[in-house]
Structure formats: structure tokens, C-alpha cells
């Protein structure tokens, strides 16, 4: 079942507590336990928040939580795939269930108000400054990992098995799951039987679980385009050939390969998210390049965008007689898979949260165009399982669908969860969904 903003919003604000535990069994961690951690979860994500750090580029984060879990008495590796944290907890027989969370921030200059707000600067790939933020919510990611490890920890008279948590890399570039997993994740440690992240969501309430079972996240291509003109004075443009006004026509032709050649039934994304060419007003440049992001969820819709792709700009260049055909890299680095959940591991853990946190903070939502390295995960055989929580109060929602202006997204310079509900929510669900995983059936 899908459920538009509205009724989530009347499902949320219809829910006024979260269910007591009671009995012997600890299937999930109680209000009051949740509680008694917040303080010090809250002010290690104001601390994450004010210092996000690029992609491969987390020393001071990986450093935070590598320090936390060891702490918690994880056995504890760093510099997994460059930067990435593998911290394990042997407690007897049973299985091993990896928690994933993400570290990096990325690089855009933060407008969110906050009185904590990132200040923070780093290098982007070409080496050039650039104001960092987590506006992806990784902070919140992580924060809500690490009271989950402390509840875990502190509780390993209720479980058994092994808990394996990760913290990586460069979710951003897209290539961090892989460098930790080309780097022995699933040989140098316990090869879990169970892959886990949690991810924040802008179209839910606060607090509010989603989950999809299958392909959820879509797959995602890095392409570079490199437009070549003919430069020359700004007055004389009958003896150049404008790169920028043929670069300017080639967005344009991409936009019809979503509406008049794919099947509106297979989603498609084409955004081109940087162009940059030129030096002044007064002189028309030789070259213009373009960054894109492409996203698919099939083999064959991919192989078809980014053929057609490569065709309009060699068309639209030719009509323009430039100089030689434009440079379409498609690059490999920058790509990322299907995020599919497993069906059975899904439904199954969205049986323990309803149960867990009750029905009404428990949603099935649909799939989405946006992608992540996760992915890999599962491809390297493990089953895996994506969940979503709601990071925008319910009102804010209520307004959006009233106005119709959409709330800020992940992404955004304006991105802030929701922050005490949404790390609470997030504690809750993942110490929910390792403890179903390590319960004996």
C-alpha cells in the first residue's frame, strides 16, 4: 500500500504515543530507554553536523565513531576502503547482522538557520575550496547508529550472535561500499547474513517507518559531456562557433529523450546538475563542459538513455558545425546499482516495526528515482535491506500538500531533519530490526 503526504500526516498525527514494552522478550527498546541516551546521541549529532567532511575525506568523523564503539567494547577497525569504520561485537551463536551508516557530508554551503549550522570547508575532486554540509543527513544517520550500538551493547543479555557495524564512506561518489568491500568487508570480517542502513526521507512524518520491498532505489550513472566550440570575440560570433548556445540546444534535445522516447512506464531521470564554460562576458569560449546524472532502474531503459544521449549531442554539434564532435565520458567510478530489497527480509522486518512501534509508524512507500551505493551490498550476495524515516513534522507536511510547494529535500542547502523525533524513530527501528534478525525462528 502507498500513502500520499495527507494520509500519513493523519496516520501520524493520529498516533499520540509509542507502545510500552512489557514481558521478558526485548523486542524493541522502550520510550524511557530511548530517552535516557538522547542527550549525549543529540549533542553527538550537533558536533557531526558543525564538521561534515567530504567524500574519503571523514579522518575527524571516522575518527568519532571509531572512538565511540570502541568504548562500547566493539572490536574496532579503521581505515576500511581509506576511511571507513568496521566495528564488530562477537556475543555468542547465532547470526551476523551489519548496521550500515553513511559518513560523508557534501559539498554545498549550508542555509538552514540553524544556531549550529556547518561553517565547515573542504576540497572538492579538482582540489578547489568548497563549503561542506551534511545535507544529506548522515549526521542523523549516524547518530541513530550509535545509540543503536549503545542500546545493543549495553543489552547483550537480550541477543545473540554477531553485530557487525559499518561506517562508510563516500555514499556520495557513489564508489565508498565498493572500496570497503574490494578492500576485504566480506573476508577480513564475518560475512554478515544480513545487510541493514537507514536513510532519512522528506516525505514522510517524523518518526514514521517506510519500507518497499524489491527494487527501491533506482541505479545512476556519472556522465561528463565536453561541448567544443570555436572562441573568439563576443562582437564577432559569425566567426566563432558558440559552445555555450550549443550546449544550451543539447540540454534542450536531452529533455525529449524522457518525454518523446521512453516509455512513460519506466522511469527516467536526466538532470544536469553543472555546466561550466567561458572566463568573461566579452569573450566566447572554446569549450563548455557539462556534469549529468542519470538515473534508470533497468539494463536496457540505461543502455537506451545513454545512447541517446550521446546521439543529440553529436547531432546538435554537427548542426552547429562545430569544430568535432563533443566527448560523452560515462564514468565508471561514478555509478552506482539497484538498491533491491530483499522481499522476504523486508516484509519480515516490517512485521517486527509495526509490532514493535505500532502500525500507524509503519508504511509501505513507493520506489524512488533517487540512488545508492548500498546497492552493492546485495550484489556482493548478502540479503539487504533500505528503510526510509519520515525527518519533516507532520504541520510542515500538512502545508506543503496544502500549498503545493514542497518541503526541503536531501540536498537542499535548506535540508534539516527533524531532529529529536527522527534520531529517536531511528534508534527505535534499527535496535527493532537487529533484534528480529537475531531472534531464533
Given at each position: 500500500?502507498?500513502?500520499s503526504?495527507t494520509l500519513?500526516v ?5 498516533a499520540?504515543?509509542?507502545p510500552a514494552q512489557?514481558g521478558?522478550?526485548?523486542?524493541t527498546?522502550t520510550?524511557a530507554e530511548?530517552d535516557?541516551?538522547?542527550p549525549?546521541?543529540d549533542?553527538f549529532?550537533?558536533?557531526l553536523?558543525?564538521?561534515p567532511e567530504l567524500a574519503?575525506?571523514e579522518v575527524?568523523t571516522?575518527?568519532k ?5 570502541k568504548a562500547l567494547?566493539?572490536?574496532?577497525t579503521t581505515g576500511v576502503?581509506?576511511t571507513?569504520?568496521?566495528?564488530v ?7 551476523t547482522v ?8 557534501l ?6 538557520g ?10 572538492n ?5 568548497t563549503p ?10 549516524m547518530?541513530?547508529?550509535a545509540g ?9 543479555d537480550?541477543w ?9 564512506p563516500?555514499?556520495e561518489?557513489?564508489?565508498g561500499?565498493d572500496?570497503m568491500?574490494?578492500d576485504g568487508?566480506?573476508t577480513?570480517?564475518p560475512r554478515p ?5 537507514l536513510?532519512d526521507?522528506?516525505?514522510m512524518?517524523s518518526g514514521?517507518?517506510?519500507y518497499?520491498p524489491?527494487?527501491f ?5 556519472a556522465v561528463?559531456?565536453?561541448v ?6 563576443a ?8 559552445p555555450i548556445v ?6 534542450l534535445g536531452?529533455q525529449?529523450i524522457?518525454?518523446?522516447?521512453n ?8 538532470t544536469?546538475g553543472?555546466i561550466h564554460?567561458?572566463?568573461q562576458?566579452?569573450?566566447?569560449s572554446?569549450?563548455?563542459k557539462m556534469?549529468?546524472s542519470?538515473r ?6 540505461r543502455k ?7 546521439r543529440?549531442a553529436?547531432?546538435e554539434?554537427?548542426a552547429?558545425?562545430a ?16 538498491v533491491?530489497?530483499d522481499?522476504a527480509?523486508?516484509l519480515r522486518?516490517?512485521t517486527?516495526?509495526k509490532?514493535?512501534?505500532?502500525e500507524?509508524?509503519v ?8 540512488s545508492e ?7 556482493a ?5 533500505l528503510?526510509h524515516?519520515g525527518?519533516v513534522?507532520a504541520?510542515?507536511l500538512?502545508?506543503?500538500e496544502e500549498?503545493?510547494?514542497p ?14 523525533p527522527t534520531?529517536?524513530?531511528g ?6 530490526e537487529?533484534l ?6
Amino acid at each position: 500500500m502507498t500513502l500520499s503526504n495527507t494520509l500519513a500526516v493523519a496516520l501520524f498525527v493520529a498516533a499520540s504515543t509509542l507502545p510500552a514494552q512489557s514481558g521478558a522478550a526485548w523486542t524493541t527498546p522502550t520510550q524511557a530507554e530511548i530517552d535516557a541516551i538522547y542527550p549525549e546521541i543529540d549533542a553527538f549529532y550537533i558536533d557531526l553536523h558543525r564538521n561534515p567532511e567530504l567524500a574519503f575525506q571523514e579522518v575527524r568523523t571516522s575518527a568519532k565513531l571509531a572512538a565511540w564503539m570502541k568504548a562500547l567494547g566493539f572490536e574496532v577497525t579503521t581505515g576500511v576502503g581509506r576511511t571507513g569504520v568496521v566495528a564488530v561485537l562477537k556475543n555468542g551463536p547465532g547470526p551476523t547482522v551489519m548496521l550500515r551508516t553513511e559518513m560523508d557530508g557534501l559539498p554545498v554551503a549550508e542555509k538552514t538557520g540553524l544556531p549550529f549550522a556547518s561553517k565547515a570547508m573542504g576540497k572538492n575532486a579538482a582540489g578547489e575550496p568548497t563549503p561542506v554540509m551534511h545535507a544529506c543527513g548522515h549526521d542523523m544517520h549516524m547518530s541513530a547508529w550509535a545509540g543503536t550500538a549503545r542500546l545493543m551493547a549495553e543489552h547483550r543479555d537480550r541477543w545473540h550472535g554477531t553485530l557487525m557495524m559499518i561506517g562508510q564512506p563516500a555514499e556520495e561518489g557513489g564508489n565508498g561500499a565498493d572500496a570497503m568491500l574490494k578492500d576485504g568487508l566480506f573476508t577480513r570480517f564475518p560475512r554478515p547474513d544480513f545487510a541493514l542502513s537507514l536513510h532519512d526521507d522528506d516525505t514522510m512524518p517524523s518518526g514514521v517507518i517506510g519500507y518497499h520491498p524489491g527494487d527501491f532505489r533506482s541505479m545512476s550513472d556519472a556522465v561528463v559531456v565536453t561541448v567544443y566550440g570555436r572562441g573568439g570575440h563576443a562582437a564577432m560570433p559569425h566567426h566563432t562557433v558558440d559552445p555555450i548556445v550549443l550546449a544550451a540546444r543539447i540540454v534542450l534535445g536531452w529533455q525529449t529523450i524522457v518525454s518523446r522516447e521512453n516509455n512513460p512506464v519506466e522511469p527516467v531521470v536526466i538532470t544536469v546538475g553543472s555546466i561550466h564554460g567561458g572566463t568573461q562576458g566579452n569573450v566566447i569560449s572554446d569549450e563548455v563542459k557539462m556534469q549529468l546524472s542519470v538515473r534508470t532502474y533497468t539494463a536496457a531503459v540505461r543502455k537506451r538513455t545513454l545512447a541517446a544521449i550521446a546521439r543529440v549531442a553529436r547531432g546538435e554539434a554537427e548542426a552547429a558545425g562545430a569544430p568535432k564532435a563533443p566527448l560523452v565520458d560515462v564514468r565508471a567510478s561514478g555509478g552506482t546499482a539497484v538498491v533491491h530489497n530483499d522481499p522476504a527480509v523486508t516484509l519480515r522486518l516490517a512485521t517486527a516495526l509495526k509490532k514493535g512501534m505500532g502500525e500507524k509508524y509503519v508504511m509501505e512507500m513507493p520506489a524512488k528515482m533517487t540512488s545508492e551505493d548500498f546497492a552493492q551490498y546485495g550484489l556482493a550476495g548478502v540479503p539487504s535491506v533500505l528503510l526510509h524515516i519520515g525527518a519533516v513534522p507532520a504541520d510542515k507536511l500538512a502545508k506543503a500538500e496544502e500549498t503545493g510547494i514542497p518541503v526541503p529535500a536531501p540536498h537542499s542547502p535548506e535540508w534539516a531533519p527533524d531532529r529529536e523525533p527522527t534520531i529517536k524513530g531511528g534508534i527505535r527501528a534499527e535496535t527493532t530490526e537487529l533484534l528480529e534478525l537475531f531472534r531464533a525462528r
